[in-house]
Every structure is written in structure tokens, then in C-alpha cells.
């Protein structure tokens, strides 16, 4: 494995990356499973109402904000897709070109549920915006999450995690596996 000094500001770049994809997919699970201990333990999320519901809140918030950072597109940002062309025209590129090429074809798989998240950040979390945000004639941001695009949404993530795990291995970094978390949380209510 590369130490931190012996990598290349690319590679520091992505693991970087690989950091932030863990951590996106690690809040994705958090809220997949708080929203099923709700549906399953509603009595016990009466103990504790506000917590649950805030704790829900800065989940989702967290999720859509997360991802949103990873697929953005803009000039100014850097997300996946100008990472996977900086290595284009990296030292890396001739290792790279066969991968990069398959991936970035298969982001395109994703791009109904891309759209829909930079919506949700661009109307539901990063703007209050008075047509989507507040208008009775819009479902929740909640509800979008939950019951159209959480799984793919979770999907999404699990490839760019992978992706970043080929491109790593390609110019040979050792990955660092990722630990997925287990659904501990009925613990919080044992014993009450």
C-alpha cells in the first residue's frame, strides 16, 4: 500500500474519493435503517419523537448532500466524472483508458437517479424553493427518497465505491476494503 507521501496528487485525490464514497454509503445505510426501524418500532420512536425525527431529517439531508457532491457537474466542482477525466490525462492514462471508457459508459446507467438527487439538492436541500419545497401539490423530499430512489440512490453509491476500488487497483494502490455497517439500532431502545 501507497503511503499518503508516496502517493501522486491524483492518487491523493482519489482516495479522497474513496473516503467520501464510504462515508456517503455509510449515511445512506444510517437513514435506509433508521427508516426501517420506524416502520417497525413506531412505539418506540414515540419514546423519543423529536430525536427520531430530527435524527431523520439530518440524514437525509446529509445523504442527498453527500452524493450530490460526488456526482456534481459543475465547472467549479469536482466530482466524479472531471476525476475520471483528469485521469485521462494522467501518467495513468494508458493503464486507465480501457476502465475509465466502461466506467464512465456505465455512470450513464445512473443518470435518471443523478438527475433526481441534484433536483432534491437543488430544490429540497441547498435552496427554499417556494414551487417544489413548500407547495401541498409536491410530495415530501422524504417521501422521494424513500419510496422512488433510496435503493437506487444506494445502488449508485456501491458503484462508484467499486469504480474507485478498479481504478485504484489498476495503477496499483492496495485498496482498504469497506466495513459495511450492521443495523445496531433497536440497541437504542433495549433496556427502556
Not at 431529517?57 to 453527500?66: D, G, K, N, T, V
Request: glycine share 2%.
Amino acid at each position: 500500500m501507497l503511503t499518503w507521501d508516496e502517493k501522486s496528487n491524483i492518487q491523493k485525490i482519489i482516495t479522497v474519493f474513496e473516503i467520501d464514497i464510504k462515508n456517503a454509503l455509510d449515511n445512506a445505510l444510517e437513514y435506509k435503517y433508521l427508516k426501517e426501524f420506524i416502520c417497525e418500532e413506531i412505539e418506540n420512536c414515540n419514546k423519543a419523537p423529536i430525536f427520531i425525527s430530527q435524527s431523520l431529517h439530518a440524514l437525509r439531508y446529509s445523504l442527498i448532500m453527500r452524493v450530490a457532491r460526488l456526482i456534481d457537474e459543475s465547472k467549479d466542482s469536482y466530482g466524479f466524472i472531471r476525476l475520471l477525466n483528469k485521469l485521462e490525462m494522467s501518467e495513468y492514462s494508458n493503464v486507465l483508458n480501457a476502465e475509465i471508457k466502461k466506467i464512465k459508459c456505465d455512470y450513464e446507467i445512473y443518470r435518471n437517479v443523478i438527475e433526481q438527487i441534484k433536483m432534491l439538492r437543488d430544490k429540497a436541500a441547498a435552496h427554499n424553493d417556494k414551487s417544489f419545497y413548500r407547495s401541498n401539490d409536491n410530495i415530501s423530499d422524504e417521501v422521494l427518497i424513500e419510496h422512488e430512489i433510496l435503493n437506487e440512490i444506494e445502488s449508485l453509491i456501491r458503484w462508484l465505491l467499486k469504480s474507485i476500488f478498479i481504478i485504484e487497483t489498476a495503477y496499483g494502490d492496495e485498496i482498504i476494503p469497506y466495513v459495511e455497517l450492521k443495523n445496531d439500532i433497536k440497541k437504542l431502545f433495549e433496556n427502556i
